[in-house]
């Protein structure tokens, strides 16, 4: 069946950096975009990065640079990698998946509506 399966969130502090990982399994994984998002208790999943079949790429403005997505297609994983991390970057981090036909997705990637499937979360904390 098919399953994503994120990894490597923790307790960092504020200034550190941690790699969060996406194992993909019971599909297609170098057909489809995979995106990460970030959510807080009681708040909405926001879109943080997007990584196409072809390794395009897109980020909230919020990312300033400080977080990098890529994949790995014969390992079947994304990463998302997450440096000088501040308090403010307290959520749980999904990564989900959506059919990539190859057409342009930059206006409408942060979209949750979009995408099919999900992973169950990994939590990040930074401590101050």
């Known amino acids: 069946q098919v399953q994503l399966v994120e990894s490597g969130g923790g307790l960092v502090q504020s200034g550190g950096s941690l790699r969060l990982s996406c194992a993909a399994s019971g599909f297609a994984f170098d057909q489809y975009a995979i995106a990460w998002f970030r959510q807080a208790p009681g708040k909405e999943r926001e879109g943080i990065s997007y990584?196409?079949?072809?390794?395009?790429?897109y980020y909230a403005e919020f990312v300033q640079g400080r977080f990098t997505t890529s994949r790995d297609n014969g390992k079947n994983m994304a990463y998302l990698q997450l440096n000088n991390l501040t308090p403010e970057d307290t959520f749980v981090y999904y990564c989900?998946?959506?059919?990539?036909?190859?057409?342009?997705?930059?206006?409408?990637?942060?979209?949750?509506?979009?995408?099919?499937?999900w992973g169950q979360g990994t939590q990040v904390t930074v401590s101050s």
């Open positions: 989900a998946r959506r059919w990539d036909a190859g057409e342009y997705f930059g206006s409408a990637w942060f979209l949750k509506r979009e995408y099919d499937f």
């Open positions: 990584i196409n079949r072809n390794n395009v790429t």
